[in-house]
């Protein structure tokens, strides 16, 4: 007894007890002799079983989560391979089993198939040119060396499961072997049997272990008690202890499952997730372990609580040895599959022992039993059974078939199991049927051997039982669990699909029985779809129920490539296609029983013929859209023509048999439904007739709906007399009295009849004649080729106006492998256009094409056929061609649809023209419609067309039987006194109302004429050619176009001559207003202020425009204007005047830093004053530019507040901003802000009365001052010693309190932002008393204009000038407000942060820790020692000394400094290449000071002897600085700029320097001054950090700082794919994740939106992602989910927002959720595009414009991905 227990079933010294038996046992175990043992005894079984029951309950499974800890994992692992699997091994092997391991390998033939087992998320490849099916599938490294690589291929991921086809020669047309796998020698392999390559002993030492290692497993799996084990397996001791195990259903959510468990087992909500997490993953996990009554108690409350709503969660409590051997069970199934990979001997002696026959007779093989039981056992034991079966079983293809036989014999069961299962499909045995059933000659056996396609439609129909009365489907209101179950039984239609997806290519008897047998199942389930939810017309009250009608489309659409595939099939055999046709013959006649019975039978007589017909009228009776059985028939009709059966063995067809009249019947009511529906006939019927007529049309199902409709209208007509044919579709219509009245020319009124509604169905009847005459593009119906139907479709798509190619494949309907036939036809019709940086790309039809566009081609919407309309009409115009829209020329039709024709000129078709002509002739008062015109006018030009090829194509004048000309010249008939068609067209020609319709009346007449002198051509001189007839219609047509170009040119003059006469206008404007022009002019000049406009009192040369020092030049004298965008009230910026603000946005960053993994400090110890030169974290201000009244803001943003209080109050969406944090939206632009900055005015101009002190005079002066304060400070400071007091320099008065120059608004405001800056750079709340505010404003500015100076350099734009005015006003703005924020604070601080920036540069013994000069940012230091010192100047009363002296000599200091400081961290890694020639001043000096600071710091600086590569790297390595020096102190001190630093051409460094009063060699500051300098170096060197510093001991940054740049992106997306799917969740240990996301600023693969990464952030948890982006990005993060192909974006917990990716396929479009499957690669401008987003700190804005123009995106949890 391993466990000793204590009450309440906890255990004492658990953890100890076992382990330390298991390792006594460990130690002393060896599995050789354990094997030789096992050898030597009688049975075999006995002795295994024997020592499994003594082992594996000691082994697994011990304590409460059975072994959740990786110590504990690892302790079983070992164990478990030791005492359980190595003895196994020794047995099989009978030697050392790595090394029989290896020599079985070595043995082991090479194995064409590939086999490798996806993983989920893994690449998929299909070749879309040599895949048999979609589902026929390469692996990325098959892929990558086959010939599929440069065809055309479809790229997914992987659901998990499948493997990969290479190497099978039926899953491709050609190329089956990758270059790895391509065969030696084929023949020898195909003979030999893999088994006799092994050594006899060791096959039946496998066959025995084999058998009995699987039949464990089997039992163990399938085993159902929760307290016995199977014979011989019962351990030595029990103890009382019982996990409760809870199982995986796809019912209950996450949700429900981890607050079931809370109250359940009493956990923490981490743990819950985590048994949640891996009961979704492994399918069952134990959440408590212990004795009965303790698990029991567990398992009543999880009952209890999740039975509520639907049937509980699946708990059991299972003896603590059941659940041990059932994990080891799994784990003896996965080393069987281990073992077999190594020898194909073994994996087919494990096939045997799988499919060996039980003593029970029929599915008694284990591998039956495990098929059978599929259903009950848990996911983590099917994944790993199925992944067996697939390594053994599918592999070998003779046992392949083997399986097959059983699959298919036991498919009804397995289908039925899975169906009450609740499982997904992948989880199931079912989901094999892919593996099976796509294997062509498997399928075909099966359908012989098992009658698999009526077993498959059987088992469907079985399945569906809700029938009604006549026994049709009928489809309740959809729940919750009928939506699934029918999600379920589909999956029958996709197996179906598998079987019949590649036609036969010969057939043999049995195969045609058997199809046939499968065919007439087929056919009873259409014919319980025939007639499916009947509609009847609402009249009167609103329908109150919406009646079901999803369901019967799903299952339409389903069927639809079953549909298409069996004609398919029956087309490639002749006599399976008469067969086919009778039965499905006597089928619709067997429907058709019972339509005209009770009907009233009348005789419709017109235009001098007769019909007998019945009574029925679609708006009253029941009506319904599904038909399918006679839809087949019309598919099969077609066929029978494309074959030429129809022509070849018309006595083995019944065609006598068959009734046109009711032929037409059904599909005729369809298409007037659908009339009478646009008419608005149908509209009390509610929305679920509308959605029916929809997809009736729509793409997916109108090839098996729609088009099949028309064409069996087309076969009735075909075989009826056409007047009868029109004369029963006038009858359906219900339009029939309007045409047959005694004066058919006068429109007949009903009083009571909506006009409107007739108007629409003439048009549909109309229209329905054009299509039934004209759509000739299906093969069989009219002589073309399958390709030009889709080129015909891609035509008409573009004609309506230029398209991306997915939205022509979604227009295009698919066949049964998902392809259009797109790609064949494209570039014949269309040109492609690549797409810029934004857009996508788009193909254009060709123009020769558009003579082939048909107005009235059926598959347009109204919709589209207006835009098409009017797209063509205005290409004609734009072309000076007439507008007439004719029809296009038809194609022939073929012999069995040939009298089609005839309906165009048979009298009641022409009764109809002549009396819609005739109402035309009156303006419509609502009596008839231009599109009814239209139309009829289309129907004439058809009919030309049709006279005018039968001419072209005759012999002689006898044999055109088509007279049409001559019928429309005919009058009309007796009582009716009026004109002929054509002489009603003449008539219409120049009618003013018809103006639209000129053209196309003009075109008819003129085809008229030609015909004419064709016809009297050909009769006078036989047969002459007709093509000369084109004449007078071409002088016509260049007449009319002469015409259309005078009218075009006489109104380009008068455009022109309108132009000239306003310009004109406008000068005399600008005349007379001469002095208002001219100041506004001048005001501009101004503020443009660049150097050529300066006024003229101060005439410069560009050479003397400095920014700083006492030369500078000043810019105060300009008055700032400025409007506030609230009020309109314009303002001039003064200190002492109302505050006016800029709205901005401010935020922490991280985009200057390459180092991603220094820490963010502690916030409230953390000291600002001295920043890293890597730039680690900074505080980024951007702005939108919109001023505003200081007042006028508060007002607003109050406003802001409060409505977010209401709104919080009615529990609203979210907003886009964070009221909470400060944020508000600018008013105007909608900008993402969270602050305001202050204006402020422009620096007075430098007082040139003070002299300039020299560099030493000013260091001892404020040494001095230095001094005093610190004395002073230090007095005020409590128990502080009396020292010596210090010299107090001449007018520097410690006590003085200077004034503040601002008014109290401005003051407020300069707070404010303050604030802002102190509560965001430092992420803690607001402190005004905290010494550390000044600093993080002057941060900001410093940090905002390195991040701009840093994007100008890599954009290589010039430094002044480019800037967009929205980041001018901010740099100017925040620069002017950073140098008077020193103000808002006490100046006791200002002063102390001076005295410590000084004592960097001049070492002070009384400042302590400062740090060295290689961890100082010498640009942060230049701004906050200039801005703090204005404080210390403010003391000194003296008069003497000026601020700019102070700004010269510091900015004199920190350049030398930093000119130390490129040297210090200098390397020769560059190769040195010797300058010729002398050496330069600039380069001498350099090395000079190098050689002294070598002096200083002794071998820890490299060698180098040419000053030439030293000043070259000083040069390049201080060029940033001195550029963002330069920006600063011009807008410090408002100094225009020189005009070389407004290009980027030569003299920018000579310009640069005398802008900023330097010396071009900068080396000059360092030898003036060497004596005073000197000392300084000394000390710099001499600090102890510099050694440690570049020993190694710290972080070490070279100058120029590298750019930082987001990670290089592979060119081919797949790459991405491939790095994903072998990316594991860090936190649950080796399981795939989800949604793997990767980062593009460090490179970082995260697990996203899983609960098993989820991280706590300031008390909240958060997704992987949120929580990456605070350690990585300061809470900005760009991300790309590899999986869906889509750029994520977050700034902060709630903000997000979807980015279009990077990747782009041939086509110029992305793939956001890799739907299409395109190879996608990397466009380099769009992620340049992300890049500069990022480096401009532009994330946080896209994601506020996004979330605001997008409300669903406000609604995310973003914190969770």
């Not at 690449?123 to 040599?130: K, N």
């Not at 410690?1294 to 109290?1304: I, R």
């Not at 401005?1306 to 404010?1312: L, P």
């Not at 001076?1394 to 740090?1411: C, G, K, Y």
Request: net charge negative; with cysteine; charged share 20%.
């Amino acid at each position: 007894m391993f466990f000793q227990q204590k009450e309440g079933g906890k255990m004492a010294d658990s953890d100890r007890d076992p382990a330390f038996a298991l390792s006594a046992d460990f130690m002393n175990f060896s599995p050789r002799d354990a094997a030789s043992r096992w050898l030597a005894a009688p049975d075999l079984q006995v002795e295994v079983y024997r020592h499994l029951a003594t082992y594996v309950p000691r082994i697994l499974c011990q304590g409460p989560h059975g072994g959740s800890g990786s110590r504990e994992e690892q302790r079983e692992e070992l164990a478990c391979q030791l005492m359980l699997l190595a003895p196994l091994e020794w047995l099989l092997l009978g030697e050392e089993p790595a090394a029989g391991l290896a020599l079985l390998q070595e043995n082991n033939l090479s194995s064409p198939l590939c086999g490798h087992v996806f993983k989920v998320g893994e690449p998929t490849y299909s070749c879309r040119e040599c895949a048999a099916d979609p589902t026929c599938v390469l692996c990325m490294q098959c892929f990558l060396v086959s010939v599929h690589r440069h065809h055309r291929y479809r790229m997914t991921t992987s659901g998990g499961g499948g493997f990969c086809d290479c190497g099978d020669t039926e899953a491709w047309k050609t190329g089956p072997y990758c270059q790895k796998h391509t065969p030696a020698d084929r023949s020898r392999e195909a003979e030999e049997d893999p088994v006799s390559l092994l050594p006899p002993d060791m096959v039946a030492r496998s066959y025995s272990i084999f058998s009995i290692i699987l039949k464990y497993a089997v039992d163990l799996l399938t085993w159902d008690q929760e307290d016995q084990l199977p014979a011989g397996l019962e351990p030595p001791e029990r103890g009382d202890t019982y996990y409760c195990m809870l199982f995986n259903d796809e019912v209950h959510t996450y949700e429900q499952v981890i607050y079931t468990l809370q109250k359940a087992v009493n956990c923490s909500q981490k743990e819950a997730v985590s048994f949640a997490t891996t009961v979704d993953r492994d399918g069952r996990k134990s959440v408590r372990f212990g004795d009965r009554q303790f698990c029991e108690q567990a398992k009543s409350i999880i009952v209890r609580n999740t039975s509520r709503q639907s049937k509980p969660l699946r708990v059991q409590v299972m003896h603590s040895s059941v659940v041990a051997h059932q994990c080891f069970a799994l784990k003896a199934l996965s080393w069987l599959g281990q073992i077999i990979q190594y020898s194909d001997g073994l994996k087919r002696i494990l096939c045997q022992v799988g499919l060996q026959k039980g003593p029970e007779g029929e599915n008694s093989s284990l591998v039956d039993r495990l098929m059978l039981n599929d259903s009950k056992m848990w996911k983590g034991a099917r994944n790993i059974y199925h992944q067996l079966l697939m390594n053994s079983l599918l592999m070998d293809l003779k046992f392949k078939k083997i399986f097959a036989i059983q699959f298919a014999k036991n498919y009804e069961r397995l289908q039925s199991d899975y169906i009450r299962d609740d499982h997904d499909r992948e989880f199931s045995i079912t989901d094999l049927s892919v593996q099976v059933f796509t294997v062509p000659s498997l399928a075909r056996m099966l359908m012989v051997e098992e009658n698999l396609m009526m077993t498959i439609i059987r088992t469907f129909v079985d399945q569906l039982r809700h029938r009604d009365p006549q026994g049709r489907f009928q489809f309740d209101r959809y729940t919750a669990q009928q939506a699934f179950k029918f999600g379920r039984v589909q999956s029958l239609i996709g197996d179906l699909k598998y079987v019949l997806i590649s036609p036969p290519p010969e057939w043999s008897d049995q195969l045609r029985l058997k199809f046939l047998d499968g065919f007439d199942a087929f056919l009873d389930l259409l014919r319980c779809m025939q007639g499916m939810d009947p509609v009847v017309r609402q009249v009167g009250q609103h329908i109150e129920m919406e009646p079901e009608w999803e369901a019967a489309f799903t299952l339409q659409m389903k069927l639809t490539h079953i549909i298409s595939m069996i004609q398919e099939w029956c087309c490639t055999d002749e006599r399976v296609l008469i067969e086919a046709y009778k039965k499905c013959l006597s089928a619709l006649s067997q429907c058709h029983a019972g339509l005209s019975d009770g009907e009233q039978p009348i005789s419709l007589s017109l235009a001098g013929h007769c019909v007998d017909t019945f009574r029925y009228q679609v708006s009253q009776e029941k009506v319904s859209i599904h038909l399918p059985v006679c839809r087949l028939l019309a598919g099969l009709h077609v066929l029978l023509s494309r074959t030429e059966v129809a022509s070849r063995f018309p006595e083995q067809l019944p065609l006598g048999e068959l009734s046109p009249h009711l032929l037409i019947e059904l599909p005729l009511r369809c298409l007037v439904l659908c009339a009478q529906v646009h008419a608005g006939m149908w509209r009390r019927n509610g929305f679920s007739l509308i959605n029916q007529i929809y997809y009736y049309h729509n793409v997916k199902c109108r090839v098996e709906m729609f088009d099949k409709d028309v064409v069996m209208l087309q076969v009735g007509a075909s075989m009826m007399d056409p007047n009868h044919f029109l004369m029963i579709v006038l009858s359906r219509f219900e339009l029939f009295h309007i045409f047959s009245s005694v004066d058919i020319r006068k429109r007949y009124r009903e009083a009571n009849k909506d006009l409107a509604q007739q108007n629409t169905l003439i048009e549909e009847m109309l229209h329905l004649i054009i299509m039934v005459v004209g759509e000739r593009y299906l093969p069989g119906v009219g002589q073309v080729e399958p390709l030009d139907e889709v080129r015909r479709e891609i035509l008409h798509q573009l004609s309506i106006r230029p398209m991306a190619h997915s939205e022509l494949v979604k227009a295009l309907p698919e066949n049964g492998n998902k392809e259009t036939g797109l790609e064949r036809v494209i570039d014949s019709v269309a040109l492609f256009k690549k797409p810029g940086v934004t857009g996508r790309g788009l193909y254009e039809l060709r123009p020769e094409w558009s003579k082939h566009f048909n107005l009235y081609f059926h598959h347009y919407s109204r919709a589209d056929q207006s835009k098409a309309e009017e797209a063509q009409r205005k290409l004609r115009r734009q072309n000076a061609e007439d507008t007439a829209l004719p029809p296009p020329l038809p194609p022939p039709l073929c012999p069995l649809f040939g009298s089609l024709v005839n309906l165009l000129q048979c009298d009641v078709l022409l009764a109809v023209e002549g009396a819609v002509l005739q109402w035309a002739v009156e303006p419509s008062g609502g009596g008839w419609t231009e599109s009814m015109l239209q139309r009829v006018l289309h129907l004439v030009g058809m009919a030309l067309l049709e006279e005018q090829q039968q001419l072209e194509n005759s012999s002689g004048d006898d044999d055109v039987s088509f007279r049409y000309s001559s019928k429309i010249a005919r009058p009309g008939d007796a009582p009716s006194t009026s004109g002929s068609v054509l002489a009603l067209l003449e008539s219409l020609q120049n009618a003013p109302h018809l103006e639209v319709h000129k053209d196309m009346i003009t075109w008819i007449l003129k085809m008229v004429g030609n015909i004419k002198t064709a016809r009297e051509r050909t009769s006078s001189s036989g047969s002459v050619n007709v093509n000369q007839s084109r004449g007078p219609e071409e002088t016509l047509r260049d007449k009319d176009k002469a015409e259309r170009k005078r009218k075009a040119e006489m109104a380009r003059l008068r455009r022109e001559k309108i132009m000239a006469q306003m310009s004109e206008m406008q000068k005399h404007f600008i005349n007379e207003n001469k002095e208002l022009f001219q100041q506004s002019m001048e005001d501009l000049e101004a503020s443009t202020s660049t150097a050529e406009h300066s006024p003229p009192s101060s005439e410069v040369t560009c050479a003397s425009q400095v920014c700083v020092g006492p030369r500078r030049m000043g810019g105060a004298e300009r008055r700032q204007l400025v409007t506030c965008i609230l009020c309109q009230e314009e303002q001039e910026v003064r200190g002492l005047g109302r505050a006016m603000v800029l709205a901005a946005f401010i935020q922490r960053s991280t985009v200057l830093s390459k180092n991603r993994s220094r820490g963010f400090p502690d916030p409230e110890h953390h000291d600002p004053l001295f920043m890293h030169p890597d730039l680690s974290v900074g505080t980024h201000t951007a702005s939108c530019g919109h001023i505003m009244h200081a007042a006028c803001w508060q007002r607003y943003f109050e406003a802001v507040t409060q409505k977010e209080q209401r709104r919080q109050q009615r529990l609203r969406g979210h907003t886009s901003y964070d009221v909470e944090n400060g944020e508000f939206l600018c008013p105007l632009c909608e900008c993402l802000s969270n602050t305001v900055i202050p204006l402020l005015p422009h620096t007075p101009s430098p007082d040139h009365s003070v002299e300039h002190p020299s560099l030493e005079a000013w260091l001892s002066r404020t040494s001095q001052q230095v001094a005093v304060l610190i004395s002073a400070h230090r007095k005020l400071s409590p128990g502080a010693a009396q020292e010596a007091e210090p010299v107090v320099p001449e007018g520097f008065r410690v006590d003085f309190v200077p004034q503040n120059p601002f008014s109290s608004s401005v003051s407020e405001m300069i707070n404010t932002f303050c604030m802002s800056a102190y509560k965001v750079g430092l992420k803690v709340n607001p402190n005004e008393q905290d010494p550390r505010v000044p600093v993080l404003s002057w941060s900001t500015c410093a940090y905002t204009m390195q991040s701009i100076e840093r994007l100008l350099m890599d954009e290589k734009k010039p430094l002044f000038g480019s800037l967009p005015c929205r980041q001018d006003d901010c740099l100017s703005s925040l620069t002017r407000f950073s140098s008077a924020c020193w103000t808002s604070a006490s100046l006791r601080t200002v002063h102390s942060h001076f005295i410590r920036l000084l004592a960097v540069l001049v070492p002070n013994s009384q400042v302590e820790d400062t740090p060295c000069i290689l961890n100082m940012d010498m640009f942060h230091l230049l701004v906050y020692s200039v801005l703090s010192y204005s404080s210390v100047h403010s003391l000194d009363q003296s008069g003497r000394s000026s601020v700019d002296s102070a700004h010269l000599h510091l900015l004199h200091l920190i350049t030398v400094a930093h000119l130390v400081q490129i040297l210090l961290t200098f390397t020769t890694d560059e190769v040195c290449m010797d300058q010729d020639g002398e050496e330069s001043e600039e380069e001498a000096l350099t090395l000079q000071l190098y050689l002294s600071l070598r002096e200083h710091l002794g071998s820890a600086l490299p060698e180098v002897s040419s000053g030439w590569q030293l000043w070259r790297c000083v040069k390049a390595g201080i060029l940033p600085f001195l550029r963002t020096a330069a920006l600063f102190f011009h807008y410090l001190n408002s100094s225009a700029p020189p005009a070389d630093l407004l290009g980027t051409g030569a003299g920018q460094w000579e310009a640069l320097c005398s802008y900023l009063s330097l010396p071009s060699n900068l080396l000059l500051l360092y030898q003036s001054q060497r004596t005073l300098l000197e000392p300084l170096i000394h000390r710099w060197c001499c600090d102890p950090g510099v050694g440690q510093v570049l020993q190694g001991g710290g972080v070490l940054v070279r100058f120029p700082r590298e750019s930082n740049r987001l990670i290089n992106l592979p060119e081919d997306y797949s790459v991405l794919i491939n790095q994903a799917s072998s990316f594991t969740c860090p936190r649950s240990g080796g399981d795939k994740s989800r949604a793997p996301t990767l980062c593009l600023v460090c490179g970082c693969m995260l697990c996203s939106q899983s609960y098993c990464c989820q991280t706590e952030v300031d008390g909240e948890d958060v997704g992987a992602c949120t929580a990456h982006t605070f350690t990585c990005g300061a809470g900005v993060g760009l991300f790309l989910r590899v999986r869906e192909s889509q750029v994520l974006f977050v700034a902060g917990k709630t903000k997000g927002c979807f980015y279009p990716p990077p990747y782009l396929d041939d086509y110029g479009e992305t793939d956001q959720g890799l739907k299409r499957g395109n190879p996608l690669h990397l466009c380099s401008e769009r992620y340049r595009k992300i890049e500069r987003l990022w480096r401009q700190h532009g994330i946080a804005e896209v994601i506020g414009h996004a979330q605001e123009a997008n409300q669903t995106l406000v609604a995310i949890d973003w914190q969770h991905l």
